[in-house]
């Protein structure tokens, strides 16, 4: 499997001069079908997932810290939920969505680190996380999972940018299909700065913040 590195670099800034925290260290692009399987349409979680698996795994593996050599299957991902009893066993082999409590549990399975929850009622309401987003890339560095209810989809956030003019959130998209090139992901906005204004009102925002402190 060949998925990419660190697919934001090169991303101009959206403001200049502006308040700006990102992911440290590296991290791979999962998106879907970029092993083979067909999850288009209900993958989006799964695939954000493995993106926060990669870089836990790569940063243990330059801390000489043991840990698993690659990032878990979308099937091993459902056997760990069973496994957990956060799941029943029809969930083996579905087509089920995982949202950021699914995360938070896999961070925690696969390599013992805990996922911090922010929740939101509202798009209007996300601004008041931008403290707390500010403060984790400032002091760990790891890329976080965001979902939402009516705005469902799964993104991966990779840092925040504080400006002038708007509040953004560096986001990558994991609904990409195909051989991805780093030019064609920024181009076609895969990997973009939104202004956080610009998110569904009407959704519900929920966001997992692995607590492992990144050197990068």
């Not at 697919?7 to 879907?32: A, D, F, I, Q, R």
């Not at 799941?87 to 579905?94: I, R």
């Not at 799964?154 to 940018?161: A, F, Q, R």
């Amino acid at each position: 499997m060949d998925v990419l590195q660190d697919v934001h670099l090169g991303l101009p800034v959206p403001e200049k001069g502006g308040n700006l925290t990102m992911v440290k260290g590296s991290y791979l692009y999962y998106h879907y079908s970029c092993d083979g399987t067909q999850d288009q349409g209900w993958g989006c979680g799964y695939r954000t997932l493995q993106t926060l698996c990669s870089h836990l795994r790569i940063a243990k593996e330059l801390a000489g810290k043991t840990c698993r050599s690659d990032e878990p299957t979308l099937r091993q991902i459902q056997e760990a939920l069973v496994t957990m009893h956060d799941k029943s066993e029809n969930f083996l082999g579905s087509k089920d969505w995982i949202g950021s409590v699914e995360v938070a549990l896999c961070l925690d399975f696969f390599h013992d680190v805990a996922g911090k929850i922010l929740h939101v009622k509202s798009g209007d309401e996300l601004k008041s996380l931008v403290p707390d987003l500010l403060n984790h890339f400032e002091t760990k560095g790891t890329p976080v999972m965001m979902g939402g209810d009516t705005d469902a989809s799964s993104k991966g956030i990779l840092g925040v940018c504080v400006g002038s003019e708007a509040t953004y959130l560096l986001v990558l998209d994991p609904h990409f299909v195909g051989e991805a090139s780093m030019e064609e992901l920024v181009q076609k906005k895969w990997v973009s700065w939104k202004r956080v204004d610009s998110f569904e009102t009407s959704s519900f925002y929920n966001m997992c913040l692995p607590q492992y402190v990144s050197d990068g």
